[in-house]
């Protein structure tokens, strides 16, 4: 799998109204896995941007 399609799936997580586990759950995704995609995609973002860190759609 290429960090393209790593970066895609973090961004999918994030715009889901589900929480990183549910939504790792529902696609059969290892949640460290996907862990890890999102800590690397955050720091490659904060280094770039100085984005704020964000694992995935947060509810209230």
Same mark, same amino acid.
């Given at each position: 799998?290429?960090n393209?399609d790593?970066?895609?799936?973090?961004?999918e997580?994030?715009?889901?109204a589900?929480? @990183?586990?549910?939504?790792?759950?529902?696609?059969g995704?290892?949640?460290?896995t996907?862990?890890?995609? @999102?800590?690397?995609i955050n720091?490659?973002d904060?280094?770039?941007?100085?984005?704020p860190?964000?694992w995935?759609?947060?509810?209230?």
């Open positions: 799998m290429t393209s790593k970066r895609a799936l973090v961004e997580c994030r715009k889901s589900m929480t @990183a586990k549910e939504w790792c759950a529902s696609k995704i290892n949640y460290s996907y862990m890890q995609w @999102a800590s690397r720091k490659e904060r280094n770039a941007t100085s984005k860190m964000q995935c759609q947060f509810s209230n």
